[in-house]
């Protein structure tokens, strides 16, 4: 089993910054490829970030290329989400997941097989 808790999440006006960070447990943290979806109130979940086992392969959702910025701490087991330049639109609860290995997918939800419960970010205009 793994067990993923996020924190961070918060009300910021727009044009601000916050960090997310999810904390793994009860798997190998250091063997997976790590994501970070988000969903808005009516909306599907959708992908915002995703990073591999070593750190060195990312890859963003075009809406939030430039702006967030995910990483990892293999040592402390945590997986990080930077957003900055927040827009209205980026409201919604963001959620981490952990990879499947045996995908070939990074941004589609399937490809995930582990989730955390979520945290509420929420900006203000």
């Known amino acids: 089993q793994v067990q993923l808790v996020e924190s961070g999440g918060g009300l910021v006006q727009a044009g601000g910054s916050l960090r997310l960070s999810c904390a793994a447990s009860g798997r190998t943290f250091s063997s997976y490829g790590m994501g970070w979806f988000r969903q808005a109130p009516g909306k599907e979940r959708e992908f915002v970030a995703a990073?591999?086992?070593?750190?060195?392969?990312?890859y963003y959702a075009d809406t939030v290329k430039g702006r967030f910025a995910i990483s990892r701490d293999n040592a402390k087991t945590t997986v990080y989400l930077q957003m900055n330049s927040l827009k209205a639109e980026d409201t919604a609860v963001y959620y981490c997941?952990?990879?499947?290995?045996?995908?070939?997918?990074?941004?589609?939800?399937?490809?995930?097989?582990?989730w955390g419960q979520g945290t509420q970010v929420t900006v203000s205009s």
């Open positions: 990073i591999s086992w070593s750190g060195g392969r990312t």
């Open positions: 997941a952990v990879r499947d290995p045996g995908t070939t997918a990074w941004d589609q939800r399937r490809g995930y097989d582990y």
